[in-house]
C-alpha cells in the first residue's frame, strides 16, 4: 500500500511503498493514530519529518507526523519508528475564543465553532494554514449548547456524542 509523504503546505513530496509495518487506526469519538516502522536512509530522514504529513488513497483521514525515534540494531540497521495524529486533532489546539452559543443544528454550529476559531478566527494568528471543512453531509440531530474557554475538539466531541 502506498504512502503519499505531504509537506506543510499539503503538496505531495514522496510517495513510500516499502516499510516493515503501518498500524493505522481510524476511530470514531476521537483523533485516529498510526505508526509506520520503516528503514532509516537518508531520503526517508528527509521526508519523514515531524509536521509533514501522510495519506493512503483508501481512506478518507490525513494523519500528521508528530513524533520520530531512530531504532539501531546491530544485526537488522537503523530503523524510524513515526508516529501522529489523524488532523483532527488540530481542533485540540484551539479554544472557543469567544463565548459561542449554539441552538439549533449539530452539523451547522460545529462548522461555525472550527470556522470561528479555526480557518477564520478574528485574530489572524489563530488560523491554522490550509485548514478547510468538506461538504456538510446534513445531519439534522439539534443541540443546545455553551462554550467559552473550552477545547475545540472537546466541544466537537461532546456535541457528536450527545
Same mark, same amino acid.
Given at each position: ?28 469519538? #476521537?483523533?485516529?493514530? @498510526? ?36 531504532? #539501531? ?26 463565548? #459561542? ?6 452539523? #451547522? ?15 489572524? !494568528?489563530? !488560523?491554522?494554514?490550509? @485548514? ?6 446534513? @445531519? ?23
Amino acid at each position: 500500500m502506498d504512502l503519499y509523504i505531504l509537506n506543510k503546505s499539503l503538496t505531495p513530496i514522496a510517495v513510500v511503498d516499502s516499510y516493515e509495518s503501518l498500524i493505522w487506526t481510524k476511530r470514531y469519538y #476521537t483523533n485516529g493514530d @498510526f505508526e509506520i516502522y520503516i528503514p532509516a536512509s537518508v531520503s526517508i530522514l528527509n521526508i519523514m519529518t515531524q509536521g509533514n504529513y501522510i495519506k493512503r488513497l483508501d481512506d478518507d483521514r490525513v494523519m500528521m507526523i508528530e513524533r520520530i525515534q531512530i531504532q #539501531t540494531d546491530v544485526e537488522l540497521g537503523n530503523f524510524l519508528i513515526c508516529s501522529g495524529r489523524s488532523v483532527e486533532a488540530l481542533c485540540k489546539r484551539r479554544i472557543v475564543w469567544k463565548q #459561542t452559543n449554539i441552538n439549533g443544528n449539530a452539523e #451547522t454550529g460545529i462548522r461555525r465553532l472550527v470556522n470561528e476559531n479555526i480557518i477564520s478566527p478574528s485574530i489572524e !494568528k489563530r !488560523k491554522i494554514p490550509n @485548514f478547510t471543512l468538506g461538504k456538510a453531509k446534513g @445531519f439534522t440531530e439539534k443541540i443546545e449548547i455553551q462554550s467559552t474557554g473550552d477545547i475545540v475538539e472537546e466541544v466537537i466531541s461532546t456535541i457528536c456524542k450527545s
